[in-house]
Nanobody, 127 residues
Framework: QVQLVESGGGLVQAGGSLRLSCAAS????????MGWFRQAPGKEREFVAA????????YYKDSVKGRFTISRDNAKNTVYLHMNSLQPEDPAVYYC????????????????????WGQGTQVTVSS
């Protein structure tokens, strides 16, 4: 089965930056749109960002626009989430996920449309 492994999480001070990485197995990585989600304690998992197969189109949760950037390097089977100006609402476990091949829309923030998920990487913000 497809495996997604996140890395890059950790502790950062408020206003600081982190880059998360998601390494995917398989030879058909470029066939899939990818996304990032996050889940804070006591809260629902929420959509953060998504990217098209070749990176030409990106989509973001409103609260992270201008601060976070999703990108991908298909030669490395890797998706990135660059996070700048981290704020109190940003600490969470961040998950990388793959959009199912059958989804026909331009993008989706609905977790039921994602078929593979990583185990998550923790992001903690200190003051």
């Amino acid at each position: 089965q497809v495996q997604l492994v996140e890395s890059g999480g950790g502790l950062v001070q408020a206003g600081g930056s982190l880059r998360l990485s998601c390494a995917a197995s398989g030879r058909t990585f470029s066939n899939y749109r990818m996304g990032w989600f996050r889940q804070a304690p006591g809260k629902e998992r929420e959509f953060v960002a998504a990217i098209s197969r070749y990176g030409g189109n990106t989509y973001y949760k409103d609260s992270v626009k201008g601060r976070f950037t999703i990108s991908r390097d298909n030669a490395k089977n890797t998706v990135y989430l660059h996070m700048n100006s981290l704020q109190p609402e940003d600490p969470a476990v961040y998950y990388c996920a793959r959009v199912r091949a059958s989804y026909s829309g331009s993008y989706t923030g609905d977790p039921k449309e994602y078929d593979y998920w990583g185990q998550g990487t923790q992001v903690t913000v200190s003051s």
